[in-house]
């Protein structure tokens, strides 16, 4: 499918957040998908999976919820780019990350090309502000990548944890981790699956027992095949069920 992407500022408050739009050239108004960021910024990666969803026929939306500490981040993974994106990470605020997300939500489902139906995706703190954005807005369905400290806890900035939100879920959400995966602790996972069970709310919590932290990145030495391809196709199906109908 031929798309065609844009830079984009998004208004939060007074400030404005930058990011990415992809979209499909022709087709008519069609569902759209939030595409979070890594610490590593709208880079490559995250450029090349909101193309990635746009030919999937969706408007895709990828915002820079660094924009209040490091706005404009592109890095690569790298110890140099470790060490910034771990400073951003440090300065996030759940609250903020909250607004980034309404403010997100409501942008794009004024875009005349979007029908307003949303689904959200993202990887690593991505992850984290998939889990979030799922539970404090009506996003319809959510597929979050190795979501480090969801089950923290604290949330970021010292906020109540984010797994403890849980109960405000109000569409499906697609958790996906790691079996090898060191940053987030079995237990973590548990933790995020009992939650969910708890609540009540449609979920699927997948864990690939060979994949390790960045697994669907094929620019990491961390970068797994096939659960990438398996991940992908669920998410696929993820939105193609929750969005379309």
């Known amino acids: 499918m031929e798309i065609q992407t844009e830079r984009v500022e998004i208004p939060v408050g007074e400030a404005r957040m930058g990011g990415t739009l992809a979209r499909p050239r022709e087709g008519g108004a069609r569902p759209g998908v939030i595409v ?30 660094f924009h209040r500490s490091f706005p404009g981040l592109d890095v690569g993974y790298d110890e140099t780019g470790m060490e910034v994106g771990m400073k951003g990470l440090a300065a996030l605020d759940a609250d903020e990350m909250i607004a980034d997300a309404h403010a997100a939500v409501r942008w794009l489902r004024a875009r005349p090309e979007c029908t307003g139906k949303l689904g959200v995706m993202g990887f690593c703190i991505g992850g984290h502000m998939t889990y979030l954005t799922a539970c404090e807005t009506d996003v319809a369905a959510a597929a979050s990548f190795y979501g480090g400290g969801i089950a923290a806890p604290k949330g970021p900035g010292g906020k109540p944890s984010t797994v403890s939100r849980t109960p405000k879920l109000q569409g499906k959400l697609l958790c996906l981790f790691g079996g090898k995966d060191a940053l987030i602790p079995p237990a973590q ?23 390790d932290h960045g697994f669907f990145c094929d620019q990491r030495a961390t970068y797994h095949a096939a659960s990438a391809k398996d991940a992908w196709e669920r998410v696929k199906r993820l939105f193609a069920e929750e969005l379309r109908t």
Not at 191 to 206: F, G, S
């Open 36 to 65: 979070w960021m890594e610490i590593f910024g709208v880079n490559a990666h995250i450029r090349d999976v909101t193309e990635r969803v746009a030919r999937e026929g969706y408007v895709a939306l990828a915002p820079d919820f």
């Open 189 to 211: 996972v548990d933790a995020i699956r009992k939650a969910l069970a708890d609540a009540k709310k449609r979920h699927e919590v997948v864990v690939y027992d060979a994949a």
